[in-house]
């Protein structure tokens, strides 16, 4: 086998026009499901080890852990996809190979035609699947029956479990919920694992490279032969067909292989598959459901080479209507609507409000002091027990409040105040006051005394304070009327002394001397 060259999606265009002259061309249409990579007839004898059911124990896998956390909280580098022409003994064959960042984010297991596609035993082509979930890239998944559409394997998607395998031995491919990566063959016990469940799980036949080795001899001896329907199960493997894969990478990339092929004629076997995954440092991979089978969609558009004829007019080519889809699409969160408390960035969430915190804005926070544990931490803050108040409950109830927050006035007598938690009034953690039924009828008296005399001594104040603005209301107005006094129309004569308060120089003389006030 050469070493692949990589061309760009023009060359693979223009490498398969002369291709579609002799195959036909690309149609739309149910297709005829003829090129079967299934030659098992299902009425063969099976040795008992082929089928075996394995219930509990620990079963043969490779587990890839996720990286740091650090490196996970990155922004990931999209998609990359490279189409290539691939030259295996003097035959050329063309493809697509897509290496995808962060999986977790960004790679889900999809039923056919959407949500409930297994149960219903619905098939629909990668093209429609991979629209209505907005699908960057997809290729088709695990085995199916054709007669039935029953999805076959265990198949979990988006964290449901959809279909189960019931310990059935066939290689597995999925990601854990801490994005740990798992290769290999599962016991149903393995497959329902609580503690770290399979965020997205599918089912193959042949494990082609474990550990970055080929490990499909292995895998012959090992798997259950009823997933696929090809004849023997050498023949499956050696034969050449259109194939899709999926593993990963040394770098922890989940890595989707897909190949165009027509079964018996053009095409891969499963060991130049596994070769040509080992060349671009593949470490575990195993191989999906191929054939007519085989698809591959960019963008939602299809960009692969169907092998199967068109019902209406064999001249064309129609893509086959298939189960499980693996799909690409733009990083999301877990859960993707942030547990209702965030906004999904970049597969992030970023938490709305003051007090979500975590990774799935899951997790209410009041600050260090989580609301002095005299309250409970709540979207809007702390919400104080009885008896506590403030921002982290930690100042206890003003003297005459209590309750919740201390939202409620004390209803004691007296003015005493009551107990800050339940508003008693006769269990005051303050001080001691009289219960209402202690209360002597002298102290009412003297209650209603005091308050007689502070009655009568307002009106006291009130009549002292009439009193004595009428009278300097009086002494205003007649001052003002003797300084306004007049005599027939002239000014009246004031003498001296009624102004100054001093005799005259004249009035001072002896009596009997007498002056002329005339005199020249």
């Keep these: 086998m050469a070493a692949p060259t990589n061309g760009r999606l023009g060359f693979l265009l223009v490498l398969l026009v002369p291709v579609g002259a002799a195959w036909g061309s690309v149609g739309s249409g149910a297709s005829r499901d003829d090129d079967l990579l299934a030659p098992y007839p299902r009425a063969r004898a099976r040795p008992p080890r082929d089928c075996a059911r394995v219930r509990a124990g620990r079963r043969e896998h490779e587990s890839w ?3 740091p956390a650090a490196a996970a909280a990155a922004p990931a580098a999209p998609a990359a996809v490279r189409a290539f022409v691939a030259h295996f003994g003097g035959r050329a064959v063309s493809g697509h190979l897509t290496r995808v960042p962060a999986p977790l984010l960004r790679v889900s297991v999809l039923e056919p035609g959407g949500p409930g596609g297994c149960a219903r035993r619905r098939r629909a082509t990668v093209e429609d699947t991979a629209r209505a979930a907005g699908c960057r890239v997809a290729q088709n998944g695990g085995f199916f029956r054709l007669a039935s559409g029953e999805c076959l394997g265990d198949v979990v998607s988006d964290g449901r479990r959809v279909s ?6 066939n290689a597995h491919f999925g990601i854990r919920r801490d994005g740990t990566l798992v290769t290999g063959y599962l016991s149903e016990e393995e497959a329902l694992d609580a503690d770290n469940p399979f965020k997205q799980l599918l089912s193959g036949v042949v494990w082609l490279i474990r550990n970055g080795s080929v490990y499909i001899n292995e895998s012959q001896a090992t798997e259950c032969d009823e997933t696929q329907e090809t004849g023997s199960f050498s023949k499956f493997v050696d034969v050449m067909s259109a194939r899709t894969a999926i593993g990963h990478d040394r770098q922890g990339q989940l890595v989707l292989f897909h190949v165009d092929g027509q079964t018996e004629q053009r095409g891969l076997s499963l060991w130049e598959v596994a070769e040509f995954l080992l060349q671009q440092d593949v470490v575990n991979a195993i191989n999906l459901d191929g054939g007519g089978s085989a698809t591959f969609v960019l963008n939602g558009t299809l960009a692969s080479y169907p092998s199967d004829h068109c019902s209406q007019d064999s001249r064309w080519r129609c893509p086959r209507q298939v189960s499980t889809v693996v799909c690409v699409h733009e990083p999301s969160c877990q859960p993707p609507d942030c547990s209702g408390h965030g906004t999904c960035v970049d597969g992030h969430c970023q938490c709305t409000g003051k007090f979500w915190r975590g990774t799935a804005c899951s997790e209410l ?3 260090p002091s989580n609301c002095s544990q005299h309250g409970l931490c709540t979207d809007t803050g702390c919400r104080c027990d009885p008896g506590w108040t ?35 009034c006769s ?5 001691q006051c009289l219960r209402p039924s202690e209360a002597t009828p002298r102290a009412a008296e003297l209650s209603f005394f005091s308050r007689t005399t502070w009655l009568a001594l307002t009106l006291g104040l009130v009549f002292l304070l009439l009193v004595s603005v009428s009278a300097n209301v009086s002494l205003l107005l007649g ?3 003797k300084r306004t006094r007049h005599v027939d129309g002239d000014y009246a004569y004031h003498p ?7 005799p005259l120089a004249a009035e001072k003389e002896q009596p009997g001397d007498s002056h002329d006030s005339f005199k020249d």
């Design 65 to 67: 852990a996720p990286p």
């Design 164 to 169: 189960s395998a019931g310990g059935l031995q």
């Design 365 to 367: 926070d009041c600050g």
């Design 390 to 424: 403030g921002p982290s409950c930690n100042e206890e109830c003003p003297l005459g409040w209590y309750g919740p927050g201390c939202q409620r006035p004390c209803q004691c007598e007296h003015q005493c105040p009551c107990d800050p938690q339940t508003g008693n």
């Design 427 to 431: 269990s005051s953690q303050v001080k």
């Design 479 to 481: 001052s003002r009327a």
């Design 496 to 502: 001296l002394q009624e102004v100054g308060g001093e």
